[in-house]
């Protein structure tokens, strides 16, 4: 997968979550919650361009285990990860309800499928 390559589906991703996160937000439930779900497409674009770039040098690598590895370390991050900002989210802002992690794991899942998508594809050519 090239550079451009990942970077338009990139692009594509986050045009898709950010109507679903607008669609979201026009429920009045899940509007207090706005900033979460912002934060969160920005943190999870940042995880996703890191993630390629070091999973392609890994895909690269003369040893083949690296690149699993690599998955495995990113994906128990990734996870740890949520479990932090949400349970930081709950003690900090203190929410009413629980509907908070809709937005968040909306974008959490649309990334988390690219995430798969790419790092597949990186994980052929590697081949």
Known sequence: MTNKTFFLQLGGVILITVAALLGLF????????????????????????????????????????????????????????????????????EPTDKFFVIPFFLVYFVFTAFETYFMMKLGKAGV
């Open 26 to 93: 026009q429920v009045p439930k899940l509007a207090p919650y706005q900033l979460l779900g912002w934060i969160s497409l920005g943190g999870f674009v940042f995880l996703s361009i890191v993630m390629f770039l070091i999973g392609r040098s890994a895909a690269n690598s003369a040893n083949k285990n690296t690149f699993t590895n690599t998955i495995m370390v990113f994906t128990m991050g990734k996870m740890m990860l949520a479990i932090m900002i949400v349970y930081a989210y709950l003690q900090l802002a």
